[in-house]
């Protein structure tokens, strides 16, 4: 039933732009914690960015600066701006919602992930 659904990545030249978008169904973005990850071959999973339902974002320190993320309630979609982009930034960029913790726990939910590749 709860579905994240990426889409808008690409080819892109280095110092270019991409903005990836991240479509929910299930359940509204503002009531989750939303966040951004990426991966590389053979690297580790990286958080990218993450904005709370109250609004407060946070960037891992490679993209600030240069990336944000934002959130349009009406359309239920989570988006990652991503500006003076690097060869370095090449990664499968994945959305990420995960509900607020309670003592009857919690919900997370993966999407299938987009591809960012940076040319130099």
């Known amino acids: 039933e709860v579905q994240l659904v990426e889409s808008g990545g690409g080819l892109v030249q280095a110092g270019g732009s991409l903005r990836l978008s991240c479509a929910a169904s299930?359940?509204?973005?503002?009531?989750?914690?939303m966040a951004w990850f990426r991966q590389a071959p053979g690297k580790e999973r990286e958080l990218v960015a993450t904005?709370?339902?109250?609004?407060?974002?946070n960037y891992g320190d490679s993209v600030k600066g240069r990336f944000t993320i934002s959130r349009d309630n009406a359309k239920n979609t989570v988006y990652l701006q991503m500006n003076s982009l690097k060869p370095e930034d090449k990664a499968v960029y994945y959305c990420?919602?995960?509900?607020?913790?309670?003592?009857?726990?919690?919900?997370?939910?993966w999407g299938q992930g987009t591809l960012v590749t940076v040319s130099s």
């Open positions: 990420y919602a995960r509900s607020i913790v309670s003592i009857e726990g919690y919900l997370e939910v």
């Open positions: 299930g359940f509204t973005v503002d009531d989750y914690v």
């Open positions: 904005i709370t339902p109250g609004g407060s974002t």
